[in-house]
């Protein structure tokens, strides 16, 4: 069993950074692959990146967005520049038994919280 604990959410105006963090528990943290997702009001949720021993992202955050992790640590950070308004979401981080990153959520076992994102124009 895993418990993920996100944080680091908030409000930013356009062009502004910020950086999530999810804690995880649990003593085997470096054989999961981790993920970010986001939701936004009325719409599905979506894949944003992932990693295991490399990194894995959606179109719309190359370049903009980072995943990286501390397996001493147990936690995944998502550090996010260039926020966008159409980037305001729910965030959640997400652990999963594959091999390799996955962007289908359904390939994930433990989900935490959430943390909210807004981004204001």
């Known amino acids: 069993q895993v418990q993920l604990v996100e944080s680091g959410g908030g409000l930013v105006q356009a062009g502004g950074s910020l950086r999530l963090s999810c804690a995880a528990s649990?003593?085997?943290?470096?054989?999961?692959?981790m993920g970010w997702f986001r939701q936004a009001p009325g719409k599905e949720r979506e894949f944003v990146a992932a990693?295991?021993?490399?990194?894995d992202y959606a179109d719309s955050v190359k370049g903009r967005f980072t995943i990286s992790r501390d397996n001493a640590k147990n936690t995944v950070y998502l550090q996010m520049n260039s926020l966008k308004p159409e980037d305001t979401a729910t965030y959640y981080c997400?652990?999963?038994?594959?091999?390799?990153?996955?962007?289908?959520?359904?390939?994930?076992?433990?989900w935490g919280q959430g943390t909210q994102v807004t981004v204001s124009s």
């Open positions: 990693i295991r021993w490399s990194a």
């Open positions: 649990g003593r085997t943290f470096s054989s999961y692959v």
């Open positions: 997400a652990a999963s038994e594959t091999f390799v990153p996955v962007r289908s959520w359904p390939d994930y076992d433990y």
